[in-house]
């Protein structure tokens, strides 16, 4: 054995030419290949650094930011903390000394209407209760004008009531788990937590309904985009560009127009019950409700996401040569034995990746199930919008974000345990 | 095979044909023929290449007899059985591809299972037949990998041994080297023989190699415009092809083109377009005045004239080129107007290495020169 040509073994060390370990060369190899794949993505990850994964991760911040608290109420919170409320007693003058010296502070920046709105979201009737004190309060000197303990419960009752001052003491903190406990259902208290009452727990069902509905969406896409996607793999190469332009052609019309026109569609005097009621299967009284429903945004949105689905199995499907089907019948296998067995299994990072594809993108659909989905047909990311741009509840916004990202990353993970994400084949 | 309906193979005689197409025809577009009138016949256990240029009808042929082309006319017989409405799958023909079609997602083992999965063979005599199939091409070691972690050649080993696997008595293989370095052709071409005979079964072998074709079967058919041009075993295919197409296409040959002056006592006399007369045997032309192209092999060709036969007519040739290849001196002549007339001398002691520009004298025995047509 020639040192030269032949890896030497140096005590079951394999060794490289020039004497080094094996594995250490190649991991230097590896590594060297590494850094030059990093430079490549450099421009991409910096800009998508700046454009997105800060803003994200700030606005993932605010899930558990709370220092609006501690900010505005600085010496309130600090002689709050001593203050035991399981004795049932409401605080000292000590406090309500410190409170008014605070305020009187926060009313002059105007901050304590922020403060109430803050508050309100655990405790409703806050906001109006810094409100109207704070408009009273400007005439108080905090130096001469003591004891203010009775001026403030005078003010407004609020002030005596022993709750307030345990929801203060409660959300005093820098950072809250109150968001979070909002966004499934419950409240941070004193004790810990509680669960919300009845009447008000719609997110977990809007979680629940979410994924439910994107699971039903990817299904629908999956059954009606196999055949057409195995169409195409499979006739001239001529009739699948205008197969695949039938295919894109949504793409060609914003997606409010199609899905405005799904409302035109599925109205109850809309194409498809005008049609149901002309041929009589459906009597004129009882048309059919096919929007404002889940029904409603499951039609939509597959139709939506249909391409979604199709693109990526076509894709796979075009790289499984005819001659398998072939060599399976040859071998005795009938049409559909030969389907499952030796087509299938190789369509199947084409559907992985189309599911993951859709699923990820009806998780977080927005416009269509806020357009046909009525109370009943509308999706996590609805109420976001809503805690968004009207609720002004930008925490809890965030809290809801959060946990749909963490709920998608688990499903990921899920996915890549069960099925392996090497099985996924975007081209 | 079974009483499914599977054709009754087995208890067909090796004596009568086991393979016929009659003639069939085959078009895909419905305005040309790509298969114009094929028949043939062969007998059990024989290996028969299907030779011809690219887009003769080779694969279409194999791909009727298999089943994934319907002929548009005439009838196709296995074991004496019509099998034009048999699908596939219930031909028990064992196939090998051109690219081996070893299925991606399964490993090997689970490949030569597959097919007798189907036929709902218990699994411990699966196993059994499995490791037996790869015995027979020595790759049981490979049984747990997947294609894709296979070379070339053992990729190929395994589909033939996937095509063997539940022993059917004809196989059909299409280009399977095609796609391999020579050295490793050799060696496989020599192990497919070898089983098709050991095992006795019946191959339909195609190839555009012609060495190939020559080298591995019982009988070799050239296929040329959807025709069988000639179907007869290597040595005679090689020796006295019927028309030019195949002495053109099998081997190196020289052509001269002429006119038929005379014929007498099975020796035609042809006068060539340049005026020189030559002896050649007539084998499609019959009658004097006949338009012919007379080939002739380059190692058949005669350079010293006391060792032709009395009488014979010879032709006066210049040498052009001399090339040393070994084993043989390949020499390029101008001989009646061509340039590309090739003499092929063997390397013994004795034999004189032409130069360039030396002006000799060439002939033949009239039995080796062969007045085709024109
Ligand atoms: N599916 C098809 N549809 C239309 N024409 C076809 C089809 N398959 C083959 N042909 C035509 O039929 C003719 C014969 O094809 P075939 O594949 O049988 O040739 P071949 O002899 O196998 O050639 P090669 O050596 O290149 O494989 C060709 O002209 C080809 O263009
Ligand atoms: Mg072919």
New interface residues.
């Given amino acids: 054995m020639s040192a030269l040509t032949e890896n030497s073994t140096d005590n079951g060390v394999m060794m490289a030419a020039d004497g080094t370990p094996l594995k250490r060369s190649l991991a230097r190899a590896l590594r060297r290949q590494k850094l030059r794949a990093l430079m490549l993505i450099a421009p991409l990850l910096i800009f998508v650094l700046l454009t997105f994964i800060f803003p994200i991760g700030s606005m993932l911040f605010r899930s558990v930011e709370n220092d609006i608290v501690a900010n505005t109420l600085p010496e309130t919170v600090a002689v709050l903390g001593r203050w035991d409320a399981s004795k049932g007693e409401l605080p000292d003058e000590e406090v309500y000394a410190a409170f008014v010296r605070d305020m009187v502070v926060a009313v002059e920046a105007k901050q304590h209407t922020r403060l109430g709105t803050r508050l309100n979201y655990e405790s409703t009737g806050m906001s109006s209760m810094f409100r109207q004190s704070g408009r009273k309060m400007k005439k108080i000197d905090p130096e001469t004008d003591g004891p203010f303990k009775e001026k403030l419960i005078d003010i407004h009752k609020g002030w005596g009531d022993i709750e307030t001052w345990k929801t203060l003491q409660t959300h005093s903190g820098l950072y809250t788990s109150g968001y979070f406990l909002n966004a499934v259902d419950a409240q941070k208290t004193h004790e810990g937590f509680a669960w919300q009452p009845e009447e008000k727990q719609i997110l977990l069902k809007l979680f629940w309904r979410t994924l439910v509905m994107s699971m039903v969406i990817t299904g629908s896409c999956i059954a009606l985009g196999y055949p057409i996607a195995w169409l195409l793999a499979n006739v001239s190469a001529r009739n699948a560009n205008l197969l695949l332009i039938l295919v894109l052609l949504p793409f060609w019309t914003s997606l409010l127009v199609r899905t405005s026109a799904w409302k035109v569609m599925l109205q109850q005097n809309g194409v498809i019950n005008e049609v149901l009621v002309w041929i009589g299967l459906v009597p004129d009284a009882e048309r059919l409700i096919l929007i404002n429903n889940q029904f409603g945004t499951i039609v939509a949105m597959t139709h939506i996401l249909l391409p979604f689905m199709i693109l990526p199995m076509y894709s796979v499907m075009q790289t499984i040569q005819p001659s398998y089907l072939r060599a399976a019948k040859s071998l005795g296998a009938t049409n559909w034995t030969a389907f499952w067995r030796v087509y299938f299994p190789q369509s199947v990072p084409g559907i992985g990746a189309g599911s993951i594809l859709v699923f990820i993108l009806s998780i977080g659909y927005y416009i269509t199930p806020e357009i046909v989905g009525g109370t009943k047909g509308v999706f996590i990311s609805n109420r976001i919008a809503y805690h968004i741009s009207s609720s002004l509840n930008w925490g809890l916004a965030a809290a809801l974000g959060t946990i749909l990202l963490i709920v998608v990353l688990a499903l990921y993970w899920a996915y890549d345990r069960i099925v392996g994400i090497d099985n996924v084949k975007l081209g | 095979m079974s009483p499914t309906g599977e054709p009754l193979l087995a208890d067909t005689k090796s004596d009568t044909a086991f393979v016929e197409f009659e003639r069939v025809q085959k078009s895909y577009d419905g305005v040309n023929l790509v298969v114009k009138d094929l028949n043939l016949s062969m007998p059990q256990g024989e290996f028969l290449t299907m030779l011809g240029p690219s887009g003769s009808g080779k694969t279409t042929c194999l791909m009727m007899l ?3 082309e319907t002929a548009t006319h005439g009838d196709i017989r296995l074991g004496g059985v019509s099998i034009n409405n048999i ?9 090998v ?1 051109q ?1 081996y ?5 399964m490993t090997v083992a689970e490949n030569l299972s ?2 007798l999965e ?2 709902k063979i218990g699994k411990s005599e699966r196993e059994e037949k499995v490791m037996r199939a790869l015995g027979m091409v020595q790759m049981q070691d490979f049984a747990g990998r997947r294609p894709s972690q296979l070379s070339g050649g053992q990729q190929q080993r395994i589909a033939l041994s ?2 063997l696997v ?1 022993e059917p008595e004809l196989v059909l293989m299409d280009e399977p080297l095609g796609a391999l370095d020579k050295q490793l052709r050799e060696t496989l071409q020599f192990e497919i023989t070898n089983l098709a005979h050991q095992l006795g079964i019946t191959t339909v072998y195609v190839t555009h190699d012609q060495t190939e074709a020559l080298t591995m079967s019982d009988r070799v058919a050239v296929f040329d415009d959807g025709r069988i041009q000639q179907l007869a075993p290597p040595d005679k295919l090689y020796e006295e092809p019927e028309n030019s197409f195949v002495a053109q296409f099998i081997g190196e040959n020289n052509t001269l083109e002429g006119v038929v002056k005379e014929i007498n006592n099975g020796v035609a006399l042809i006068q060539l377009d340049g005026g020189d007369l030559i002896d050649a045997k007539p084998v499609n032309v019959t009658k004097p005045g006949e338009r012919t192209r007379v080939s002739i092999r380059p190692e058949r060709v005669e350079m010293d004239p006391s060792r032709l036969q009395e009488g014979a007519h010879t032709l006066k040739a210049e040498v052009l080129e001399f090339v040393y290849m070994g084993d043989i001196f390949r020499t390029r002549l101008r001989v009646a107007g061509t340039d590309e007339f090739i003499i092929k001398t063997r390397n013994a002691p004795d034999q004189v290495r032409l130069k360039p520009g030396e002006q000799i004298e060439i002939g033949w025995m009239a039995e080796d020169c062969r007045a085709l047509d024109a």
């Avoid at chain 2, 699908?87 to 196939?95: E, N, Y």
């Avoid at chain 2, 079609?101 to 997602?105: D, K, N, S």
């Fill in positions: 298999a089943g994934f699908p596939p799958h219930k031909r028990g023909i064992g196939m591809f690219n079609a070893l299925f991606p997602h597959f097919p189907v036929r996937r095509a539940f």
